[in-house]
Every structure is written in structure tokens, then in C-alpha cells.
């Protein structure tokens, strides 16, 4: 049970994240294929081929051609995540830091209390 998960999970993975996805319209090209032989009995698969992806035209049926794989391409999910540089681990009222960087817990990249002091204070006036 756990590798049928497993297997699912990635195929999900993979299916939403390359260009997997494309293989799900492999029956949309088979039917459009018979499509194409039905007008014309002697064309090849590989004659099909060639007329949609290798010198595609705009002819009457050219939605229709925009729905098969691999003509038209989207840009995939992208995850971004950050991760803090500064790892400390407490225990215990004692604070172990394996990077070795001595930086206090409110000090770090995305907050600076010393310029956000700096920059907002109240207006001086000048005295004469």
C-alpha cells in the first residue's frame, strides 16, 4: 500500500510540476491522426507528424492542432521557499549555535530594529 502511494504521489508530482502533463493528450493526436486519414488514406503517421510539428500551418483545423502535445507549452508550478541562515537550538536555558554565528534571535536579515530606528524619527526643529 505504502509504494502504490508512493508511485501516485510522484507520478502527481511529476505530472504537475514537468511537462509530463502532455502525455495525458496522447489521445486527442491518435483521434486528430484518424481525423487526417479519413480526408486523405494515404498519409503516413510520420507524414502527420511532419505537417504538425515540424512545418505547422494555419489552416482550418488549427485549434484543433494547438490541443496536441508538445505544440503548445506552460510554464510549470515553481515552488520558492527560503530558509533562514541562522539555526540555533535551545535547550534548556542554553542557546547551542552549530554555525557559529553570534547573533542575537531579533538581529537577523529580515529585521533590523537599528534601521528601522534610524529611519523613523520625529521631525527636528531647528532652534535660533
Given at each position: 500500500m505504502k509504494k502504490l502511494i508512493s508511485i501516485l504521489l510522484l507520478s502527481l508530482y511529476l505530472v504537475?510540476?514537468?511537462?509530463?502533463?502532455?502525455?495525458?493528450?496522447?489521445?486527442l493526436l491518435i483521434e486528430h491522426y484518424f481525423q487526417h486519414k479519413n480526408l486523405n488514406p494515404e498519409m503516413s503517421f510520420t507524414a502527420f507528424l511532419k505537417t504538425h510539428y515540424d512545418h505547422p500551418v494555419k489552416d482550418s483545423d488549427y485549434d484543433e492542432d494547438q490541443k496536441l502535445p508538445f505544440v503548445s507549452h506552460a510554464s510549470p508550478l515553481s515552488v520558492v521557499f527560503t530558509i533562514n541562515p541562522i539555526l540555533d537550538i535551545h535547550c534548556i536555558g542554553k542557546v547551542y549555535n552549530p554555525i557559529g554565528i553570534r547573533q542575537i534571535l531579533y538581529k537577523n536579515?529580515?529585521?533590523?530594529?537599528?534601521?528601522?530606528?534610524?529611519?523613523?524619527?520625529?521631525?527636528?526643529?531647528?532652534?535660533?
Open positions: 504537475s510540476t514537468t511537462e509530463l502533463y502532455q502525455l495525458l493528450k496522447m489521445p536579515v529580515l529585521y533590523n530594529k537599528e534601521i528601522l530606528n534610524s529611519i523613523w524619527q520625529p521631525p527636528r526643529f531647528r532652534q535660533s
